[in-house]
Every structure is written in C-alpha cells, then in structure tokens.
C-alpha cells in the first residue's frame, strides 16, 4: 500500500466512523497508536468531518443568531487546529528526509506534502456526501444523474491527487524536489495582530 492509499484508507475509516453518530459534538475514538502518523492522520480527517458539518449548521437561515455566533468561533477554532495538524504532518516529513542529498536542479513545489494530504482528507468526505447524495431515495432521478456526474469528476480527481502525492513524496526523496514549510501565520486569531482585538486592549 503506497502513501496515498495508507492516508485515503485511514481517512474512510474517520469518515466512517463520524458518520456512526453523525454529532460534531462525538467523542473521537482514534485506534491508531498516540503521536503515530496513522494516528495524525486519522484525527486530521475527524476534525474535517466535524468542520464540514459545523459548515452545514451555520448556514441554516433560521440558526439562532447567538448560536451562530458560538458556531462561527467554533469553526474558527477548528481552522487553527486543522493548520496546526497540517504542519505537525509536515514536520514528520521534514524529519524523514532531513538527510536526503538535495540534487543541484532541484526544486520547490507549490505546496508541501501535508497540505497535499490535506486536500485528500476533503475530498474523501466530498465522495462521501456526493455518494449519498446519488443513493438518496427522496431525490428526483434528475438531481441523482447530476451528482453522479459531479461523483465521477471527484473519483477522478481522487486518482490525479494520489498520484501526485505519490510522486511528489518520490521526489522529494530521491532529492529532485526539496521541502521548505512555511507556518500559516494567522492573523485574525492573534490578539497582538488583529486590530478589532488590540484596539479593545487601548
């Protein structure tokens, strides 16, 4: 089983499980082993289920404002953690290829292998919800066709991005590509950096 498999394998597994109880308030029950990269892996795909559906409620036009308001927060705070996850996968790789020779003509990709990852664990839950909606039994035939046509141009993009992945890790090992990781940064969470948040502390 190449990377890409091991993480879409594990990402199924999360989205599986989320959808038991189908609650952004569920425990997250992780089987893999403590600060092992399966088990990153897993939590990375759990707190995008619990994003997704957070997304979901938001947006119903009749939420309590208050409520929307905690929500919005919520999400913020899921956005952080999902970032902090993302580097913390990106430092696992840094370390595994830490002595690999980089070749002179090497270069950089776009994006680094974690934020790679990232996308997969979406779209697994994208398959998900677009297969659901192709078998719900309450949809008209017309509403079916057109999401399994949207479930078609996922599933291939599935493919292309494991590659990808896949080949991108390659590279990186053999040193035709080199990583260099940036920390996100952000700003709007940051009392010292958000204007609305230290111009309350004046």
Known sequence: MNFSEQCYHI??????????TNSIDATVH????VK??????????????????????????????????????????????RT????????????????VKVLPDATINTES????????????????????EVNRPDASVDHKERCQKKLDVLLEQKKDLSLALNQLLADIHAGR???????????????SLNPILYGQQK
């Open 11 to 20: 990402f199924e597994q999360a989205t599986e499980a989320y959808h038991v």
């Open 177 to 191: 590509k080199y990583m260099k990781v940036y920390k996100q940064m952000k700003m709007y969470n940051d009392p």
């Open 113 to 132: 292998p974690a934020w790679a990852v990232d996308r997969l664990s979406i779209l697994v839950l994208k398959i998900y919800h677009m297969q659901e």
């Open 36 to 81: 092992s990269l399966e088990f990153y892996l897993y939590l990375k795909n759990w707190i995008d289920a619990v994003q997704w559906h957070m997304e979901d409620i938001i947006r119903d036009p009749n939420i309590d404002p208050v409520q929307a308001l905690k929500m919005k927060r919520r999400i913020d705070k899921s956005n952080q953690d």
């Open 84 to 99: 902090d996850l993302v580097e913390l996968i990106d430092s696992f790789f840094l370390d595994k290829y830490k002595n």
């Open 30 to 33: 992780n089987p893999y082993p």
